[in-house]
């Protein structure tokens, strides 16, 4: 087709080693993955295992990650004032229809915000995230990146969106 896809590839040895419930998760990634539709998502194509890996098949988003946009094409380390509104834009579009579907991303940092081809700004890697039963569950679990972790989880408290939407605030001071 001419079209470039991006694959995740995950070890069934390494996976296998790490026990059920990193399974679970992966197979929790999948499901959410497969049933996200929106501009600021990146998008899963496809998925499928051989003897040795499961590869999960992405839209391709050449511009790399926020991460390494602000790193590479900024010699002043950070971003324009302009530059940031857009990325908060996108990223809290996502954000909102996870949100609106019920799912606790997690992992909300700037390492996986996706820049697509058009230049839009995507959430990617479901990982770590939860679909909740009802709008107002609560859980708790214990993840995510050390530096984005909000106090909820730091105190060991049930939470739900509002882990997310510390981490935003996180990434946008970043």
Request: glycine share 6%; hydrophobic share 35%; aromatic share 8%.
């Amino acid at each position: 087709t001419n079209q470039e896809y991006a694959i995740k590839v995950i070890s069934k040895k390494l996976l296998n080693s790490k026990g059920e419930v990193t399974i679970n998760r992966l197979k929790n990634e999948l499901k959410i993955q497969k049933s996200l539709n929106h501009p600021n998502i990146v998008k899963s194509k496809v998925s499928f295992s051989d003897d040795f890996n499961y590869y999960i098949v992405l839209e391709n988003c050449p511009g790399k990650s926020v991460r390494e946009f602000l790193r590479s094409n900024n010699e002043h380390g950070y971003l324009s004032e302009p530059q940031t509104r857009k990325i908060l834009r996108d990223v809290i579009k996502g954000l909102a229809y996870l949100h609106s579907n019920n799912i606790i991303h997690h992992d909300i940092k700037l390492e996986n915000f996706l820049i697509g081809s058009n230049g839009v700004v995507k959430i990617a890697d479901f990982g770590l995230s939860t679909i909740l039963n009802k709008d107002d569950q609560k859980q708790f679990n214990i993840c995510g990146t050390i530096n984005y972790i909000s106090p909820e989880i730091l105190k060991r408290k049930n939470h739900s969106f509002e882990v997310d939407i510390w981490a935003m605030g996180v990434a946008a001071f970043t």
